[in-house]
């Protein structure tokens, strides 16, 4: 069945659906000031004081309200001993145990009634009414309805005064429904509504007669459309006997609108329960369960996809942490490594400076003795040159005293020592590591 609504109602243009139910979703909105209108009429029904008009009132807003007036107009007609009077009264006290779901204290009051002493004009009212309490009883009880049912509803039409056309439509759509002639009941329901015009309670009745038809065709489109529309009426006039935001409900859940469909259940289950529906109290209850169990088991599996998408979520969190980590490790051991090279770079940079001092010393050493040597040398040629001009052969082959050959070698020994120690300091030690008697330099080292 759900499939079937489905693919049906692929083939409305989606603005009627988001029409009827924008529609709706208004009217629920406003339901409790239609509501408290409606208790501000009834307020002033009670300054009037009249039983009838208080239960007409009643009759679709509260069963324990309508019964206990409809009981008071019983009782006075019961004194007036004018039995029209209690066959009208009782037919109306039948009605609201029938809408009340009281279907044995409904048959109770029928037969107390006789039927031989019934006025012709409250005898279309009486089989109708027993015709529709055969109808509920069935639909309730889920079983076929009864072939007796047919009879009441022809007793009824036969009993229909011309000028009630409203009444007439209506019985002939009854028929025509028990026929199964669907379309006839569908254009005589539909002309009952538009006798019906104006009142509000009377046209949601026909539209729900109506939207039964339609879903009996197989037609849950058209069956959801008049529904919702007979829900609005009801709604708009305070009606809480009615079941047609019950079955607007179901098929919206069908349809897997279950938003919607909670909000409709709930608001017919407050219907029935402040009318004392005793029967729609219990289907409403049922049907509310079963969504509050899909929507308990989408909430459970919502919370498995949140559950499998924050543990996804903290696996990669914990996948990203490592990485990080890894990374830091890594970054941790490239920056080791730079700080090591960079050491290296910085202890042969200073090595580097330190040789290139040494080579500056050493050079200026060698330079400066070079120098010292030239200038010696220089001397001496010019003695050699002196004397030999003087012919002062005697100076000639006497040798200066600032020529010191002795002393310019021990010098030099002495640089080369130091220039060569402090290119490999750790020579005598190498050396002597190799010898079995070491070397002792000049200095003790």
Known sequence: MTHILFFILLFIPLSSLDADLAM????????????????????????????????????????????????????????????????????KLAYVYMSGGRFRECESTFRSLDEERIAPRHRTGYYSLKGH???????YEGIPAPAQMRTYYETALQNVSPGDSTNYWNLSAQLAYI??????????????????????HSEGIFLS????????????????????????????????????????AQLLYQLGDYDMADRCIRSALADARHY???????????????????????LHNRTIRILVLYACIVVLLLLGALVLMRMLHKLRQRNQL??????????????????????????????????????AIDRYVKHVIRNARDKNWEELLKTPTYINKMGQRAAFCHRFDNMFLHLYPHFIEEVNSMLNEPIVSKDGS
């Open 209 to 248: 007669s109506i939207a039964q038809v339609y879903l009996d065709c197989a037609d849950s489109a058209q069956a959801l459309h008049y529904w919702s529309q007979s829900a609005i009426r009801d709604i708009e006039s305070s009606t809480k006997e009615i079941v047609a935001m019950q079955q607007v």
């Open 179 to 200: 026929d199964r002639d669907y379309q006839r009941a569908i254009d005589c329901f539909e002309r009952a509504y538009q006798g019906a015009k104006g009142h509000l």
């Open 133 to 139: 309490l055969l109808y509920d009883i069935a639909r």
């Open 24 to 91: 709706l979703s208004e009217a629920l909105d406003r339901k409790a000031d239609y509501d408290r209108a409606y208790e501000h009429r009834l307020d002033s029904l009670y300054a009037i004081g009249d039983p009838m008009k208080l239960y007409k009132a009643y009759n679709s807003y509260c069963f324990d309200s309508a019964l206990c007036y409809i009981q008071q107009v019983v009782e006075q007609s019961e004194r007036s001993e004018d039995y029209e009077r209690i066959a009208s009264a009782k037919i």
């Open 338 to 375: 730079l700080t090591e090279a960079q050491e290296k770079i910085r202890l042969s940079n200073m090595a580097l400076e330190q040789s290139n001092h040494t080579k500056e010393t050493y050079l200026t050493a060698m330079l400066s003795a070079e120098v010292d040597h030239t200038k």
């Open 276 to 298: 004392h529906a005793r029967h729609r109290q219990l289907e409403a209850g049922e049907f509310l369960s079963i969504i509050d169990s899909h929507q308990i088991s989408q």
